[in-house]
C-alpha cells in the first residue's frame, strides 16, 4: 500500500510540476513582449490573447507565427499573421491584436497612441474620394448651384 500512495504522490507531484512550467511561459513570452513593445503595457496586449485564443494553450494565428519563428517578435513583425491587411507591427502600435483578424487598426474606437500608419491609411482612403466630397470654402459651393 505503501509503495501506490508513493507512486500516486510523485505522479502528483510532477503534474503540479508540469502546470507550473507552462503557466511560467505566459509570464516570461508577456514580460519579453512588452520588453521589446513597451507600449503595449498594461494594454490589452499585455494579455494571453495576444498569442493565444480563448482557450489556452491554443494558439492563435500570431502565437503560431511567433513559435515557428522561435519567438523571434521581429522575424514575424512585417507579416500579416491573422491576413486582415494590417503588419502585425502595425497592429501591435496601434494596440490592436495581431492575431485576430476581427480586432484591426482603423476602427472608431482606435487608440493607436503614436503609430502612423493607422491614420495614413485611413488619410490615404480620404484621399479616394471624389473631389465632390472635399470640404470647399461655404461661398464656392453656393456658386456652383
Known sequence: MHAS???LA???GLG?????VVAEAAP???RAFVTKYPSAAKSRLDRCQTCHTATPPDLNP????LKAAHRAFGAIEKADSD?????NLVEIKALKLPGDASDKPGAASDSTRGDTTASAKRDSTAGARSDSSAKA???S???RR
Open 5 to 7: 500512495v508513493r507512486r
Open 10 to 12: 510523485l505522479v502528483a
Open 16 to 20: 503540479v510540476l508540469a502546470l507550473c
Open 28 to 30: 516570461r513570452f508577456q
Open 62 to 65: 500570431y502565437g503560431t507565427a
Open 83 to 87: 491576413q486582415d491587411g494590417f503588419a
Open 137 to 139: 470654402p461655404p461661398d
Open 141 to 143: 459651393v453656393a456658386r
